[in-house]
């Protein structure tokens, strides 16, 4: 397992998460998120094909963190 020293929500933070396996990822990885299939996540990662973050998306990630979109 590497770590990272990076804030979250920042542009260095976004990139590792476009280009890694992380964390985030692991229940995907698993089969066990009820938010993400693997297949979807091989194609995130695989292809750049991302979700589009509706309004209502947005607000769950908003009350969960700072996470930027």
Sequence with gaps: M?????EQGTDAWL????EHL????ASAMMGASKYKS???LMKEKK???K??????K????????????
């Design 22 to 25: 992380t964390a985030s990822d």
């Design 51 to 56: 979700e589009k973050i509706t309004p209502a």
């Design 2 to 6: 590497k770590l990272y020293n990076i």
């Design 47 to 49: 292809f750049g094909v």
């Design 15 to 18: 990139k590792l998460r476009e």
């Design 38 to 40: 693997r297949t979807q």
């Design 58 to 69: 947005q607000a769950l990630f908003d009350k969960g963190g700072s996470c930027r979109r």
